[in-house]
């Protein structure tokens, strides 16, 4: 029998679908502009403050383990009480979940799956990473690997699977390869006059994950939202009349 499915309001016309969740634990599909947790100075919608709000029923709050990006669409998972954060953090610390990302990116990188390997550090101008020498004392060593999994003439949907989990960190090394992610303005001046997607092509589609409380393997799906399928159709029509 098909679950109802369950959704927090996050603004007046935005809603987040919830795609997982226990006593111990919650996870939501965020939709790409929505902030994962507030931000001082700012009134705008964030998940952890919504999500408050929804578990209020329960006498429930939630505790941040992970985020992504604004603009990012995709899995966020939250804790539910205090152990349950302790255990996730102590995952995501030793880069232990699985973190499984799709990005549409210009061109087609070469071998069609691979490792990438930089080092970055956070810049004030621009508020952004950037990849530096691996001798440089203010850098962190980035780690991902990636796969393309359908080709276009000049694009290629890739899966990609971060070891470590720096800011921006798909982005800034994919666009160090001379691949960026489609509608990736912050990082590609070439993608300021992108008017298919006004965001970064870029979804966390899956979290794989040891539940802190009881051990088990859990593994956390979410769907592609509209905008991003739509930019797919847009590069399959494009080729199939080329």
Not at 11 to 20: G, K, L, Y
Not at 57 to 71: A, C, E, W
Not at 186 to 200: G, N, P, T, V, W
């Amino acid at each position: 029998m098909k679950k109802n499915k369950h959704y927090v309001r996050l603004t007046p016309q935005v809603r987040a679908e919830v795609i997982f969740e226990d006593r111990h634990l919650i996870a939501v599909n965020k939709p790409a502009g929505i902030l994962t947790v507030p931000i001082s100075g700012m009134k705008s919608a964030n998940l952890q403050e919504c999500l408050d709000t929804y578990l209020e029923p329960q006498k429930k709050n939630v505790y941040t383990v992970h985020r992504i990006d604004r603009y990012t669409s995709g899995v966020v998972l939250f804790a539910k009480n205090r152990k349950a954060q302790a255990g996730l953090i102590e995952q995501f610390r030793n880069h232990e979940p699985a973190r499984i990302y799709l990005a549409l990116v210009r061109g087609i990188p070469n071998p069609a799956e691979g490792e990438l390997v930089h080092h970055m550090k956070r810049i004030k101008e621009g508020f952004r990473n950037v990849i530096v020498p691996e001798e440089d004392p203010n850098g962190t060593r980035a780690r991902l690997f990636y796969r393309i999994i359908e080709q276009f003439s000049d694009a290629s949907l890739v899966e990609v699977a971060l070891d470590t989990g720096l800011k921006n960190q798909i982005r800034v090394q994919l666009a160090e390869v001379g691949h960026p992610t489609v509608g990736d303005r912050h990082y590609a001046a070439s993608e300021q006059e992108e008017k298919l997607i006004d965001r970064q092509a870029l979804h966390a589609s899956r979290l794989e994950f040891v539940h802190p409380i009881t051990n088990d393997i859990v593994g956390i799906e979410a769907s592609i939202p509209k905008d991003l399928r739509r930019l797919l159709v847009y590069f399959r029509n494009q080729d199939r009349t080329n």
